[in-house]
């Protein structure tokens, strides 16, 4: 007579054969799917494993590096030769720190295809922590940039020749037409800079000059002489000029001087030259030369532009009054 078994039959059913058999080909189905949307990818995808070592990487990774799955799957980047090993070893370093920490690492970077062209890229990559499984491992792209690399290039071109274009109509702007020397936007300009800046000189001075008579000479000779005689004098005002001095025209037949670094002793010496040139060197038809009157100050700390016209007029004007042809300065006055 038979021992009878009283032991439980453990083993599964057909049915629960069955559903498992049907819940793996699921899984393999949904696996299958997501290797081919993966591998349809137009960008190189790759994914590693907690070695940091290859589980997979798709068609344009491949072709992109002229890698086979069948050679690399399985190796880190230790194992690829075509990088200089001072890269394999800081992508390696890069690749256990995403994946021990769970960061993310993304730059731009210039990769070296397998068709030996050179392609501005930006590569991301990710560490993955599965906390269902406790899996770690990291999922990386690299995305093509050439066309965004080139269209950023020529922005940044096209904004430095914007820059350029504005910085040439703000100089156009401050130039008088038919002299080619400043007008009273620069004066205004440059003495507002020079009220804020902490390292403008430690003097400057004001030379305002106009030509005696210059009316009956437009009335007797012509605007076309009138021009000459003016051109003739701003000549002579740009001969005393230093390159940090500002010549402005300041209207009509009146001319403007800022001299740098110098005070008003030194401006009435060039005032000086600049009469006695007006004086020798432009001679009218009838011989007779064409003088000037020139009022100078010494430019004051926080003094606006009108206060430093004022003062200008007055002393230019005495200069007329007493009889023309002669340099005024303040100090004259006291």
Not at 53 to 68: E, I, L, P
Not at 275 to 300: F, M, N, Q
């Amino acid at each position: 007579m038979k021992k009878k078994n009283n032991k439980p039959d453990n083993r599964p059913t057909k049915a629960q054969m069955e559903a498992l058999q049907a819940e793996i080909k699921k899984l393999q189905d949904s696996n299958s799917f997501l290797k081919a949307a993966l591998e349809n990818l137009p960008n190189p995808i790759f994914m590693k494993d907690e070695s940091a070592k290859f589980v997979f990487f798709n068609k344009a990774y491949a072709d992109a590096f002229g890698m086979s799955r069948e050679e690399y799957v399985g190796k880190s980047v230790m194992d690829l030769d075509y990088l200089p090993q001072e890269d394999r070893e800081r992508y390696l370093k890069e690749d256990e720190e995403m994946i021990s920490q769970s960061s993310t690492v993304s730059y731009e970077v210039d990769f070296e295809f397998s068709d030996d062209s050179v392609h501005p890229s930006f590569y991301w990559s990710k560490g993955i922590l599965d906390e269902q499984s406790n899996a770690r491992g990291l999922v990386g792209e690299i995305i093509d940039i050439s066309q965004e690399r080139s269209l950023r290039e020529s922005l940044h071109e096209s904004l430095a020749e914007l820059k350029e274009s504005k910085l040439k109509l703000e100089r156009a702007a401050e130039i008088e037409p038919g002299t080619g020397i400043f007008n009273r936007m620069l004066l205004h300009k440059t003495l507002s800079s020079n009220e804020r800046r902490s390292d403008k000189p430690k003097s400057s001075c004001a030379l305002l000059a106009d030509l005696d008579n210059f009316k009956t000479v437009n009335a007797k000779y012509g605007l076309d002489k009138g021009d000459e005689v003016l051109h003739s004098f701003l000549a002579i005002l740009k001969r005393e000029c230093r390159e940090e001095d500002i010549p402005v025209r300041y209207g009509g037949d009146k001319f403007l001087l800022i001299l740098n670094r110098a005070n008003e002793k030194i401006g009435c010496i060039v005032a000086e030259r600049v009469r006695r040139r007006c004086e020798s060197e432009i001679i009218l038809p009838d011989g007779k030369p064409v003088t000037c009157s020139i009022g100078v100050a010494e430019i004051k700390d926080d003094q606006s532009l009108e206060e430093l016209i004022e003062e200008l007029d007055v002393n230019m004007y005495t200069a007329k009054e007493i009889g023309r042809n002669r340099v005024i300065g303040s100090d004259d006055l006291i």
